[in-house]
């Protein structure tokens, strides 16, 4: 009979719940070892080699890219699997009707069976992590359990972790426990199960980031978002950006948009020449989850609990996102791009004009330009290190976060949304943002190009009931003295030829700046049905070449009969949260619909 692995036998830790915990899952997965991930450079540096010397990584060339790592995920496993994705509530009612659900013994279960013998002859690491800064009060800690030297790599990027987090979790059971195994990677029995009740995540037969970096959208959005209703505070799908004006005042706004959105450019946006030269700065806070608090002086206060950036690589290149790009030079591993074989280095499409002559595709094969066949994958990633960002924010590492003037919604739609436009209060920005509608992107696997429905861009994301959700921002307006103002921007509207009319990228700064004056300086607007929007002349459009006034002008219409017709598509929406719909949201539906028709 084999020997059963014991956590004990090399452990970093006195925990005995955390021990035991861990003891039941080798019990199950029956790994040849255990080893504790202590976050030490010397261990992650072996742990690179390995994963070389194994194939799961390519070292990239030391001159250009030091420290950067190739990696292939299967080909059957690219993307989010939202199909997959449980929240396994005791209450289905909790998990309510945008997530899939199934009773949490049933899951466990099922998972125990797929788990049995899931890491024979491979290594089960514990990943001690935290969301956000190691010691603070906000903090979240985990232990993710997994087979999977690509998740340790990439946690050891993607968030804080090893020994100081063990030490700061004590003989505590308040942490997040989180099993991942690869498995065989069969999509047919591929879970990523939630148990917010057990403050639990299980993960099996995926190695893709966003499926078994349990530390991202599995804890810091789906459990967290459950505990922030049940500790008063809220887990958000937002970057977080601050903004220097020449007067020398930072600002701070929080922006959700669905993914592919440009969320990871804005995040990292470049003022606009002039405005640079009249002393703008932008700093990045973060690009992906903002976790919002009151602060005793009653503003909201948002932090970043992330310590990387998982970014999607097509369409980065040194003018549409030069930050990005920048904090990819060195420490990040590539995921589904194409490798340059010339100067091992790697390519995907846009990052330069010219393809590579000689490459490889991202499933490894040679690949021919002329193929007509993409060399990257749509959703290739790049996992690097977020103090790389030449425009990190100071407060980046702040445990207390950056207080928010603004919050931002904000979608891809071609013609019903203006370029920008005001909610008239709290609870009508609520509004405006439970109705966000999107195209769907190759960041989720499925149809591309479908308009969707993804309220606050957390559909994918939030663990429990939307309606409660909805509820629960309600109950945080009443909370917060001074309330952020919220916005909606749609930079995406196209004219009747499908063009563009907006140039986006970093002239949104110009968007920005009239929202941040709204907030605190005070711009008039003008008053529509669904909100108010700028008077085009208050719109900063120098040395924009394509930009008129009356181009401003058509960006900023609000067309009376699509957005008739958009308010019948909300009511369609709405009906599926039955007796959870906030009965402030209902007010604010029929409230538009009566200022529409009138
Ligand atoms: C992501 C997303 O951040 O899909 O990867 O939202
Ligand atoms: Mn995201």
């Known amino acids: 009979m084999e020997r059963q692995v014991k956590s004990k036998e090399n452990a970093i830790t006195t925990n005995q719940y955390m021990l035991k915990w861990i003891d039941r899952v080798a019990k199950i997965c029956k790994p040849k070892q255990i080893v504790w991930i202590t976050g030490e450079q010397e261990q992650l540096e072996s742990l690179r080699k390995e994963a070389c010397e194994l194939g799961i990584f390519h070292k990239l060339n030391e001159e250009k890219l030091p420290d950067c790592y190739l990696h292939r995920s299967d080909p059957n496993d690219v993307a989010r699997v939202e199909g997959r994705t449980y929240i396994c509530s005791r209450k289905e009612e909790d998990a309510g009707p945008t997530n899939n659900w199934m009773e949490p013994k049933e899951m466990y279960e099922k998972l125990e069976n797929l788990y049995d013998g899931s890491m024979k002859d491979r290594e089960m690491y514990i990943i001690p992590f935290s969301m956000s800064i190691v010691g603070s009060p906000f903090s979240k800690y985990g232990i993710e359990i997994t087979d999977s030297l690509y998740v340790v790599l990439s946690m050891a990027i993607m968030t804080r972790i090893g020994k100081p987090v063990l030490e700061a979790i004590g003989d505590s059971k308040e942490f997040t426990k989180g099993v991942h195994s690869k498995a065989g990677l069969d999509p047919e029995k591929r879970y990523i199960a939630h148990f917010p009740e057990d403050n639990a995540i299980m993960s099996i037969n995926s190695g893709y980031g966003g499926n078994v970096l349990l530390g991202k959208k599995c804890l810091a959005l789906r459990i967290a978002s459950y505990l922030g209703r049940r500790d008063g505070w809220m887990a958000e799908h937002m970057l977080i950006l601050g903004i220097e004006n020449p007067k020398g005042e930072v600002r701070y706004v929080a922006a959700a948009f669905p993914s592919a959105c440009g969320k990871t450019n804005l995040a990292m946006l470049i003022p606009p020449k002039h405005f640079v030269r009249s002393g703008w700065k932008t700093y990045c806070v973060g690009d992906d989850i903002a976790w919002l608090r009151v602060g ?224 605190h300086d005070g711009f008039d607007a003008v008053e529509t049905p669904i909100g108010n929007v700028p008077y085009p002349e208050d719109i900063d459009i120098d040395n924009l070449e394509d930009v008129t006034i009356d181009t401003l002008k058509e960006l900023l219409k609000v067309d009376e009969k699509l957005w008739k017709e958009e308010m019948e598509g909300v009511r369609e929406f709405y009906k599926k949260f039955g007796k959870k719909l906030p009965d402030k949201l209902a007010a604010e539906l029929d409230a538009t619909e009566k200022r529409l028709n009138q």
């Open 296 to 519: 005793e002086d009653g503003r909201l206060w948002a932090s970043n609990p992330e310590y990387g950036f998982f970014g999607v690589a097509p369409g980065t290149n040194e003018k549409s996102n030069y930050n990005a790009l920048a904090s990819t030079k060195k420490n990040t591993i590539f995921t589904n791009v194409a490798l340059d074989r010339d100067d091992n280095t790697v390519w995907w499409e846009g990052l330069t004009k010219e393809p590579p002559k000689n490459a490889l595709n991202w499933k490894g094969e040679p690949w021919d330009p002329a193929s007509g066949e993409k060399a990257a994958h749509p959703n290739s990633r790049f996992t690097a290190p977020a103090e790389n960002c030449p425009c990190i924010s100071t407060e980046f590492n702040s445990a207390k976060g950056v207080p928010i003037s603004a919050i931002i919604f904000g979608g891809r739609r071609a013609k019903t949304a203006p370029l920008v436009y005001q909610s008239r209060d709290w609870n009508h920005g609520v509004f405006v943002g439970s109705i966000m509608a999107s195209e769907t992107t190759a960041a989720i696997t499925g149809e591309t190009g479908v308009v969707r429905r993804d309220p606050m861009a957390m559909l994918p994301f939030c663990g429990y009931h939307m309606g409660d959700y909805w509820q629960h921002w309600i109950d945080m307006g009443r909370k917060i003295e001074h309330k952020p103002k919220i916005f909606n921007v749609n930079w995406f509207r196209t004219d009747d030829e499908g063009k563009f009319i907006w140039p986006g990228f970093g002239d949104n700064l110009r968007i920005l700046e009239w929202i941040l004056i709204r907030c």
